[in-house]
C-alpha cells in the first residue's frame, strides 16, 4: 500500500506535488541539493533528505542517490515532477525494479516518446499527420546531411532527438549554415541529454503551439483533458498558456483532440501525458510534435478548466483508487490563462536575474485566482537552476475576461532584490494582436520593440 511519497523535484513543482499528497493522506519526502537547503519544498514535506552540491547533475539528476534515499527512508513511490529525472526511463525501470511505485508512465513509453524520431513513427502508425522529416545523424557522422536537407526543404529545423521543451532545436535557413548547426546541435546535445543524435525536420514559419492534456488508463482506454495554447515564447521556451486555443476552428480542434486520444490509445498510455501539435497559423493544418511522458508545466491550466487534480489522478492512478472514466465525463468551462513569473532581465536579452526576494508579495489567491509558487520573501533566486519563481493562473468565463483578472494580478505582484519579466508579461497580454486572438510562436520575435518598451 503507497503511504509515503518521495518527490524527486524541487521548486514549485515539488510544492505543489507535496500539497496533493497532503490532501491524500499520504507523507511526503523531499529531496534537496546544498543550494536549496532552506527553500520551502524541504520545509512543506513531512521529511527531507540531502542529495548533494548544488549543481543538479551531482544533486537532482543523481538517480542513484535519490533511489538509496527513497529506499532508506522506506519510501513506497517516487513522483519525478518535470525536468529532471521525470523522462528517464532507465530510472523508472530502476525505481521499478527496486520494489517503489513510479508515479508516471511505464518505461517504453518514455522512452520510445524520449526518442524523436521512434514517437514519429509511432505517431505515423497512430494515423497522425507528421512534417516532412530526415533519417537521424549520430554523432560524428553527417553522411547524406544536405540531400536530406533538400529533400525535407528550406527552412527546415535542427533537432535533437533526445531533446524537448524548445531545447536541442535549431533553426537553418538556407544550406550554408546547415553543417555547423548541425555539428553544433549535436555538441550541444551530447552534453545535455548524453546523446548526440539529430534530425531535420520542416519548420513552418507562421506556426501556432497548441496541445493536447490526455489521461490514459494503460488498456487501451484514454481521455483527452481538451488544448492548450502555448505559441507565445521565446527562443522555443513557453511564456503564456491558455485554454481554449483562441481563434481555433471547432472543426480543427475536434480532430486535434481525436488525434492525441488515438496516439495514447496505441499506445496503451498509462497516466499524464502532453501531445504536442505544431498548426499552421494561415490554413489550421496540424502536425504531430512529440509526446511529453509527464506533468507538465502549464498543467494548471487544464486543472482550472476541468476541475480536475492532474497529479492526484496521477497518484490514485497508481496506487489503484481510480476508476477509469469515459470522454463525456470530463467537462471543460471558462477560460484560464497561465503567465511564468521569472526572474529575468527583458532589457538585457532575458538573462536570468539571481539573488535575494528582498520583497515579494502575492495576491490571495481565489476566486478564479491561483499562483504555484516555490519561494518566500527572503529566498534566493539560485543562477543554478532555472530562475521560474511561480506561476499565475487566472479562470473567468471568457478569454477577455481571464486577460483582464491576470493584468489585475500582476498589477498586485511586488518583488525587491531580482529583476522579473512582470511588465513584459503585461505589455504581451494587453497587445491588440494578443488580445484578438491572433497568436503564433513567432509574435514575441515580432513585436519585440513593442514589448520590450524600447
Known amino acids: ?130 512534417l516532412p522529416g530526415s533519417p537521424r545523424f549520430t554523432p560524428g557522422d553527417l553522411a547524406g546531411l544536405e540531400s536530406a536537407a533538400e529533400e525535407v526543404g528550406y527552412p527546415l529545423l535542427v533537432k535533437a532527438s533526445a531533446g524537448g521543451g524548445g531545447i536541442g532545436m535549431r533553426l537553418v535557413e538556407s544550406a550554408e549554415k546547415l553543417r555547423s548547426v548541425a555539428e553544433a546541435t549535436q555538441s550541444m546535445s551530447e552534453k545535455s541529454f548524453g546523446d548526440g543524435t539529430i534530425y531535420l525536420e520542416r519548420y513552418i514559419p507562421r506556426a501556432r503551439h497548441v496541445e493536447v492534456q490526455v489521461f490514459g488508463f494503460g488498456e487501451g482506454h484514454a481521455v483527452h483533458l481538451y488544448e492548450r495554447d502555448c505559441s507565445l515564447q521565446r527562443r522555443y521556451q513557453k511564456v503564456i498558456e491558455e485554454s481554449p486555443a483562441p481563434a481555433l476552428p471547432d472543426a480543427v480542434r475536434q480532430k486535434m483532440v481525436t488525434a492525441a486520444s488515438a496516439l495514447c490509445h496505441h499506445q496503451r498510455y498509462l497516466g499524464a501525458g502532453t501531445v504536442e501539435f505544431i498548426v499552421d497559423a494561415d490554413t489550421f493544418e496540424f502536425y504531430f510534435l512529440e509526446m511529453n511522458t509527464r506533468i507538465q508545466v502549464e498543467h494548471p491550466v487544464t486543472e482550472m478548466n476541468t476541475d480536475l487534480d492532474l497529479v492526484a489522478m496521477q497518484v490514485d492512478l497508481i496506487r489503484g483508487s481510480l476508476s477509469s472514466f469515459d470522454q463525456r465525463d470530463v467537462r471543460h468551462q471558462g477560460h484560464s490563462i497561465e503567465c511564468r513569473l521569472y526572474a529575468e532581465n527583458p532589457d538585457k536579452n532575458f538573462m536570468p536575474s539571481p539573488g535575494t526576494l528582498e520583497v515579494f508579495e502575492l495576491p490571495e489567491q481565489g476566486h478564479g485566482l491561483r499562483i504555484d509558487c516555490g519561494f518566500r520573501q527572503g529566498d534566493q533566486i539560485s543562477f543554478y537552476y532555472d530562475p521560474m519563481i511561480a506561476k499565475i493562473i487566472c479562470h473567468a468565463t471568457n478569454r477577455e475576461n481571464a486577460i483582464d483578472k491576470m493584468l489585475t494580478a500582476l498589477d498586485l505582484i511586488h518583488v525587491e532584490g531580482v529583476k522579473t519579466n512582470i511588465e513584459f508579461l503585461k505589455r504581451c497580454l494587453a497587445h491588440e494582436s494578443f488580445r484578438e486572438g491572433r497568436v503564433f510562436t513567432g509574435f514575441i520575435d515580432t513585436h519585440q520593440a513593442e514589448l520590450l518598451g524600447s
Open 1 to 130: 500500500m503507497m503511504q509515503k511519497v518521495l518527490i524527486a523535484n524541487r521548486g514549485e513543482i515539488a510544492c505543489r506535488i507535496i500539497s496533493s499528497c497532503k490532501k491524500l493522506g499520504l507523507a511526503t519526502v523531499a529531496v534537496y541539493s546544498e543550494a536549496d537547503k532552506d527553500a520551502l519544498h524541504v520545509e512543506m514535506a513531512d521529511e527531507a533528505y540531502l542529495l548533494g552540491p548544488a549543481m543538479a547533475k551531482e544533486s537532482y539528476l543523481n538517480a542513484d542517490k535519490v533511489l538509496q534515499i527513497a529506499l532508506e527512508c522506506s519510501a513506497n513511490a517516487i513522483h519525478p515532477g518535470y525536468g529532471f529525472l521525470a523522462e528517464n526511463s532507465r530510472f523508472a525501470e530502476a525505481v521499478a525494479k527496486a520494489g517503489l511505485s513510479w508515479i508516471g508512465p511505464r518505461p517504453h513509453s518514455i522512452e520510445d516518446m524520449g526518442d524523436k524520431e521512434r514517437a514519429r513513427d509511432i505517431a505515423k502508425a497512430s494515423g497522425l499527420p507528421v
